[in-house]
């Protein structure tokens, strides 16, 4: 009994040593993870027609952060949804370049439109619906034309898709119900998207390829 005694108390002795070892360990770690600067993060501007759907789709692209609504391209002053002459319905995308690359956004956002159209996307016609890459740096821009001509080879059409680079100060963030609308409003969302044919085109035009995580043509 009294060597079953001592060992108890060896093993409880024992056991409280490791916990506090176990618990100063975690705690080093734990001080050294909140220690470490935050990752690099970058942004680029797309305008793919209704900005619910452009939303919807990078929402699920692995290494976005952030997609944001807004108005993007015009030179009217504090565009709203009721007016914003002369600007595009945009997404401001936010994205950790060491998970996803610029490049294979890109090619993503071409499988999400139909770049061939330069009046509007799908049943959204006019100005404010039309597709452009608005890159917010000079190597972005350059990327973005490479991109563009080699969709243009697969393809074999014009795209209409602009490249203009922007100034992060152009852009406008969208009312506060516009945001995450596909959902909040996810069964609105699916009948406007379904009835507008997005899916359709997409489908006739990429076929397997249409608006699928990665793409498929090897850019990186």
Known sequence: MKFRSVLSRAALT??????????????????????????KTESVILAGGCF???????????????TVSGYAGGTFPNPTYERHPGHREVVRITYDPAKVTFPQLVSYFWRTIDPVDGAGQFCDRGEAY??????????????ANQSKAHIEEVLGKKVATPVIQLDPKGFTEAEGYHQ???????????????????DARLKQLW???????????GMS
């Open 52 to 66: 619910w759907c452009v939303e919807s789709d990078f929402d699920k692209v692995p290494g976005v952060l952030e």
């Open 130 to 143: 039309t597709t452009a890459i608005y890159p917010l740096t000079s190597e972005q821009t350059e990327q």
């Open 180 to 198: 995450n609308y596909h959902t909040i409003n996810s069964i609105k969302y699916s009948f406007y998207r379904y009835s507008c044919g997005r």
């Open 14 to 39: 024992l056991g409280l040593l490791c916990a506090g070892t176990a618990a100063a360990l975690s705690a080093g770690m734990a001080a050294e993870k909140v220690a470490e600067p935050a990752g």
């Open 207 to 217: 076929g397997d390829d249409a608006g699928k995580w990665p793409p498929r043509d």
